[in-house]
Every structure is written in C-alpha cells, then in structure tokens.
Nanobody
C-alpha cells in the first residue's frame, strides 16, 4: 500500500519561499512519476507540477503567471522523496498542497489527476500579503 506524507507547509509572507516535501513508501519510488496539486478554499483541486519516473522530464501548470520560474519540482530517489520548491510566493498561492504518485510505472510527467492513484493528506500553505 502506497503512503505519501507531505510536510513543509506553513505561513509565509508574500515574496517568501517554502519547500514542500513528500515522503513515499509502499512500492519502488524510483519507478513512478510524481505530481503536486493544490486546492484553494472554494475551488477545485488543480495541477501544479509533475516529474517523470526518471526525473528527466518535468511539466508545470501553464495558467496565468504561475510557471514563470517560481516553482521547481525535484526528486531524491535515495530518500524516496519528491520536493516542490516555491519561491516568490503570492497570496493566490494559498491552498492545501497535495503530492500524488502515478498509477503506473515508467511514465513521463503528466498533469491529469486521474493518472494518479495515490495521494497524500495535504499540507497547508498560507501566503499573507
């Protein structure tokens, strides 16, 4: 059974940075693409970033100004952990952030939520203005 545990969320002022971590267990971490999603109050959960199983392919959300170099997804297979480095945070980044693992092994970075079969419990990120 896959288990994903996020950490690193918190309260930060606009312009600040946070690094989210997601520790995975339950199956061979290095074989699976990973993703980060977020859900703001009153809104649907949306894609943030994804990373292929090999780590060589990334995919970021392309709406609004979101992907202008502010967020970076990475993985450390030795630690079974995926990260989301978030810089220059904005109040509109306030949300619960979830990590997810792809259903199938050896996949590229993908954005579709239904491709991900395992989800963490989420970590709250609050950005004050």
């Amino acid at each position: 059974q896959v288990r994903l545990i996020e950490s690193g969320g918190g309260l930060v002022q606009a312009g600040g940075s946070l690094r989210l971590s997601c520790a995975a267990s339950g199956r061979t971490f290095s074989a699976y693409a990973m993703g980060w999603f977020r859900q703001a109050p009153g809104k649907e959960r949306e894609f943030v970033a994804a990373l292929s199983w090999s780590g060589s392919n990334t995919y970021y959300a392309d709406y609004a100004d979101f992907v202008k170099g502010r967020f970076t997804i990475s993985r450390d297979n030795a630690k079974n952990t995926v990260y989301l480095q978030m810089n220059n945070l904005k109040p509109e980044d306030t949300a619960v952030y979830y990590c997810a693992q792809h259903r199938d092994p050896f996949k590229p970075a993908q954005a579709r939520q239904t491709n991900f079969g395992s989800w963490g419990q989420g970590t709250q990120v609050t950005v004050s203005s």
